[in-house]
């Protein structure tokens, strides 16, 4: 049986993260990932996600700011950029652009508010019907160079990286953990658990969990024909309305809802796009993204584990660290969510609303 420090299930954005944040406080780790690099079984793949500062929850707000921190020094690091810095645009009554403009200011962001007639000439591709909100550290993350970067970073700094070996279990002893894989049994003092949409089954009768439910999303890629510029948009009409999402990826534009997911399990999600979804989001273009044309160029499935509160879970039940990014909006955190794991693993405590 080997011995390590630390062990790391899961090489998603958040147990990369892990893995760079422990290795690079000097303890061993060792890191395994049931699957190949970038696959497209969980939440991670793909090379565009949302970073920004806009959140109506000043929490979200100040962790957004040390994220951005963590990611300039995360790019600084791994000698590439991470992050298209595009700038962000939320409109729509639920996104409250007034308080929101506020509340960002609070905190440092140079938010403007915008009216809807000057966010029509700032933003000819996308159709206003009120103020929008303009964060300028709004960006676009590349969630698979950015895994890719830290598990080099982490491997480094002497990680042992396993990928293709799915951890079988984890057995909790006197001195920490056992984790079993098909490739031997390893032995670690603290295991952070960074598993997605598998964190569930993996920790059943281990962590007592919140209730965690898994949906399956989907995104559709659009060709612009006007040439922008193109911010990252969440555009929310009421608390149970309309709630969409768009950002450029490549030549493309890509548009999903934050809702209507079907809810599945890891294991048994069936990677076929909801032809409801795909209509919705044709309409949506058609409506109110007319810089883009409505027929979709490729679309693809990707997995929400999320909790009531759409907060993460952030804790350590025992030798035992949950490190879930839960909720379809963790890659902005990515690099913080490493920090938090570290901190967790040295003994620090969560985050209040993160606690088990
Ligand atoms: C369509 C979509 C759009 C999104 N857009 C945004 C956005 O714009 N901005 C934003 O901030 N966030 C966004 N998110 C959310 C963000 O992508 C996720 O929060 C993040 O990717 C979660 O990463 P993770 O590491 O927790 O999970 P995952 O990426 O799923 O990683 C978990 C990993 O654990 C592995 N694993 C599981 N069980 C085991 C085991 N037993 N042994 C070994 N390995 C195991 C899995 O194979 C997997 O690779 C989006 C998510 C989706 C699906």
């Known amino acids: 049986m080997r011995h390590v420090d630390v062990a790391v299930v899961g090489l998603g954005l958040a147990g990369a993260a892990a893995a760079w944040a422990v290795s690079r406080r000097g303890q061993s780790v060792a890191a395994f990932e049931a699957y190949a690099p970038a696959h497209r079984r969980g939440s991670s793949h793909g090379h565009a996600r949302i970073f920004r500062r806009a959140y109506l929850d000043p ?3 100040d962790l957004t700011g040390q994220a951005g ?8 690091e791994a000698g590439e950029p991470l992050l298209a810095h595009t700038g962000g645009v939320d409109h729509g009554p639920a996104r409250e652009p007034a ?9 440092g962001v140079a938010a403007e508010l915008v009216d809807s007639r000057e966010a029509a000439r700032r933003w000819p591709g996308i159709r206003f019907e009120g103020p929008a909100v303009y964060d300028p550290e709004g960006a676009v993350i590349d969630p698979e160079t950015a895994m890719a970067a830290m598990v080099r970073l982490a491997a480094t700094a002497g990680a042992h990286v396993a990928y293709d070996t799915p951890v079988r279990a984890l057995d ?5 953990v056992r984790i ?21 089954p993996l920790l059943d009768g281990l962590v007592p969990l919140p209730p965690l439910t898994v949906t399956q999303q989907q995104v559709f890629l ?6 922008g510029p193109w911010p990252t948009i969440v ?9 969409m999402y768009a950002l450029p990826e490549g030549p493309y534009v890509k548009v999903g809802e934050h809702v209507n997911g079907t809810v599945t399990t890891a294991d048994t999600r069936d990677f076929t796009v909801d032809p409801a979804a795909r209509d919705r989001a044709v309409a949506y273009v058609r409506s109110r993204l007319p810089g883009l044309d409505p027929v979709p160029r490729s679309e693809l499935t990707c997995l929400y584990t999320s909790t009531p509160s759409e ?18 909006h963790g890659a902005k955190f990515t690099p913080l969510l490493g920090e938090l794991a570290a901190d967790l693993v040295d003994g620090r405590p969560p985050i209040g609303r993160f606690a088990l």
Do not use: K
């Not at 555009?235 to 709630?243: P, Q, V």
């Open 99 to 107: 308080r929101m403009a506020d509340l960002l200011r609070e905190h």
């Open 222 to 227: 659009f060709s612009p024909v006007e040439s």
């Open 311 to 328: 907060d993460f879970v952030l804790d350590r039940h025992g030798p035992l660290v949950v490190c879930s990014a839960c909720s379809g």
């Open 59 to 61: 929490l979200y707000v």
């Open 180 to 200: 079993r894989t098909d490739a031997g049994t390893w032995h670690a003092q603290t295991v952070v658990v960074a598993a997605g949409a598998w964190t569930g």
């Open 69 to 76: 921190r963590l990611w300039d020094r995360l790019s600084d």
């Open 235 to 243: 555009h929310g009409e009421s608390a149970d309305g309309l709630d």
């Open 172 to 176: 909790p002893d006197a001195g920490g």
